[in-house]
């Protein structure tokens, strides 16, 4: 029944707290108005793409909520809705247009553990989406709805899981050629569209911009979990299976 107001200059609240009543009835929310301050940024044109960027990938992490965008351009304004109802599910099937080699996977589960045995435990949250495609190639990472252009652990985690996985399955179905090279990751994120989404209750980040997580066991329990998830899908999904492994030989021995 009430609306709060604070207002901040060069960080310090001006004037303290103001309520008033509202007539908004039971509705409840936040709004934040920001202007950039020229004393501290050199430019404060934030071109409009940036924040489309942006909130196309919370929409993406944050499935069924809907976000919207209007931009005043003018008298008018300029609006932009972003939805994803099943979150990275639909944004990989976007990704990956209309001919994929597969269809998408969703894979999710928790585990806990510590990064050392002296740490505090701690639950981590997993979740991808991925297929295999002929003609496209992204993977993106996202960890407490951030994404990590550099990705760190669940980048290496990634790797990993897939070279061993893909190995391990031409190898128990004989697709390699007499004394050839087992696949390297390159020959398989060249036909890769994946999507991680993961939340950890600890979160340790490589440096200040954010852009990479280094913990110890984020890394092994999405190793381990994507490891396992492949094998079962493998063994489930025989047709699927077999176009993964002609492709991925295709890309390595291209390669070669």
Request: charged share 25%; hydrophobic share 35%.
């Amino acid at each position: 029944g009430s609306k709060y107001t604070l207002h901040f200059e060069k960080g310090e609240n001006i004037g303290g707290l103001h309520k008033e009543p509202t007539d908004r009835g039971r509705k409840t929310g936040s709004t934040f108005r920001w202007k950039p301050d020229l004393e501290v940024f050199t430019d404060i044109n934030i071109p409009v793409e940036y924040y489309l960027d942006v909130m196309k990938r919370q929409a993406v992490v944050n499935s069924h909520i809907k976000f919207v965008l209007k931009n005043q351009v003018g008298s008018r304004y300029e609006t932009t809705e972003f939805l994803y109802q099943n979150g990275i599910v639909d944004y990989v099937t976007e990704l990956a247009g209309e001919n994929p080699l597969t269809s998408v996977q969703f894979l999710e589960g928790e585990r806990r553990g510590r990064d050392r045995a002296d740490k505090a435990e701690y639950k981590v949250k997993l979740s991808c989406a991925f297929c295999f495609s002929s003609a496209v190639s992204q993977i993106e990472y996202y960890h407490n709805s951030s994404w990590l252009e550099h990705g760190g652990a669940p980048d290496k985690a990634v790797r990993s899981a897939f070279v061993s996985a893909i190995d391990a399955y031409l190898k128990q179905n004989n697709k390699y050629n007499k004394s050839e090279s087992k696949v390297t990751y390159q020959d398989i994120f060249d036909s890769l569209v994946l999507v991680t989404n993961c939340f950890s209750t600890q979160t340790s980040y490589e440096n200040q911009t954010k852009k990479a997580i280094n913990n110890k066991f984020v890394q092994e329990a999405m190793t381990e979990f994507l490891r396992a998830q492949l094998e079962v899908y493998f063994i489930e999904n025989p047709l699927d299976a077999g176009k993964i492994a002609e492709q991925v030989l295709i890309n390595k021995r291209s390669r070669e």
